[in-house]
């Protein structure tokens, strides 16, 4: 079964730094784009992060210059360097990805979401 597992939440001080992983697994994949979401108490889930298969990476004004989003296409991982965090990031944290089964080179991409992971940031 093809599923994303993300890691990586937790709670965190005002200032301070986590890094989220999100891989996929259940097989062998083609992945284009990859993406972070996040859903706070109350609010609409929003972007924070894309990145393409050939590394070009966007930002949500509100993460720009203190969020960093990676991933290593050799182990089907995205990753979300988050630093100077602020109560205002308090959220879950989903991950997406568009892909399909290596193999099935006739199928198009769909997207997949993670379960999500809980991320808080209080003193």
């Known amino acids: 079964q093809v599923q994303l597992v993300e890691s990586g939440g937790g709670l965190v001080q005002p200032g301070g730094s986590l890094r989220l992983s999100c891989a996929a697994s259940g097989g062998m994949f083609s992945i284009n784009d990859m993406g972070w979401y996040r859903q706070a108490p109350g609010k609409e889930r929003e972007l924070v992060a894309t990145?393409?298969?050939?590394?070009?990476?966007d930002y949500a004004d509100s993460v720009r210059g203190r969020f960093s989003i990676s991933r290593d296409n050799a182990k089907n991982t995205v990753y979300l360097q988050m630093n100077s965090l602020k109560s205002e990031d308090t959220a879950v944290y989903y991950c997406n990805a568009a892909m399909r089964p290596l193999a099935e080179t006739w199928s198009r991409h769909v997207e997949v979401w993670g379960q999500g992971t809980l991320v808080t940031v209080s003193s």
């Open positions: 990145i393409t298969s050939g590394g070009s990476a």
